[in-house]
Every structure is written in C-alpha cells, then in structure tokens.
C-alpha cells in the first residue's frame, strides 16, 4: 500500500472533503479509492456549516497492486485552516512515491513487517501541512 503521512505543522486543520488524493498516471500500478481518515464534527447542521475536521497528522491510505514504474505521482488537493476565521487558498502539491523493487514488468517487492523501506520521499508546500510518502505491506 502507498501510504501519505499529513503533518499538521500545530495548530493547522484540514476539512475532510476538501482534501484528496489523485495519481493521474500509475503506469501499470492499480490504486483503489485513497482511504482517508474520519475526523471530528465541527460547524451546525442549523446553518449548514457542519463539517468534517482533520485535526491530528493522520495516515492516507491508498491500497496499491500490479506493476509500474518506479515512481508514481500522486497530486494531493487541500485546504489548510487555522481556527474558524483563517483559511489558506485549496492548493494541490504533488508528491512522489518510489515503489519497492518495482520495474516494469515485474510484481512489486513488498517489505516485511520489520523491515522499512529504503527511499521516502517528502514534499512541503507553501501552504502547511507537509505530506510525507512512503510504502506500507
């Protein structure tokens, strides 16, 4: 599985449905929907503000299986809000995920449980958080 890591950098929060993950060319890698994190109830029904907050650093699932590239791409979309008032333009930063043993051709090498993989890769945008790639079995 492709696993992304969001680092919340404090005090930041992310509303649920304003944050996703894309890979708009997987090679031959088949990814399933990216399984993102339920977060707490915010806002009132009343007025139609309630919401889903992102308020911890949390993992993003994406199962993944097949063979590829080396290295995929995936574009993650957000929007970063510190308290109620102060939010940051929806940014996309693009983060690159090197597979384990992947070649074309080939079945990806998945590491064992104790075994963590060689190369991570992180991107920091702008905008905080920061959202840090790596491979879990």
């Given at each position: 599985?492709?696993?992304?890591?969001?680092?919340?950098?404090?005090?930041?929060?992310?509303?649920?449905?304003?944050?996703?993950?894309?890979?708009?060319?997987?090679?031959?890698?088949?990814?399933?929907?990216?399984?993102?994190?339920?977060?707490?109830?915010?806002?009132?029904?009343?007025?139609?503000?309630?919401?889903?907050?992102?308020?911890?650093?949390?993992?993003?699932?994406i199962?993944?299986?097949?063979?590829?590239?080396?290295?995929?791409?995936?574009d993650?979309?957000?929007?970063?809000?510190?308290?109620?008032?102060?939010?940051?333009?929806?940014?996309?930063?693009?983060?690159?995920?090197?597979?384990?043993?992947?070649?074309?051709?080939?079945?990806?090498?998945?590491?064992?449980?104790?075994?963590?993989?060689?190369?991570?890769?992180?991107?920091?945008?702008?905008?905080?958080?920061?959202v840090?790639?790596?491979?879990?079995?």
């Open positions: 599985n492709a696993v992304l890591k969001v680092d919340l950098q404090g005090e930041w929060h992310i509303n649920r449905d304003l944050f996703t993950v894309t890979a708009p060319d997987a090679g031959g890698w088949t990814l399933k929907d990216a399984m993102i994190p339920h977060g707490v109830k915010t806002g009132s029904e009343a007025d139609g503000s309630l919401r889903e907050d992102l308020m911890q650093d949390f993992e993003v699932q199962p993944a299986s097949g063979t590829g590239p080396q290295e995929v791409t995936f993650v979309w957000y929007q970063a809000c510190k308290g109620v008032s102060l939010c940051k333009m929806p940014t996309t930063v693009q983060v690159s995920l090197k597979m384990p043993g992947a070649q074309a051709g080939t079945p990806p090498e998945v590491p064992q449980p104790s075994e963590k993989p060689s190369e991570k890769a992180s991107v920091t945008s702008e905008v905080k958080p920061e840090k790639p790596e491979v879990k079995p």
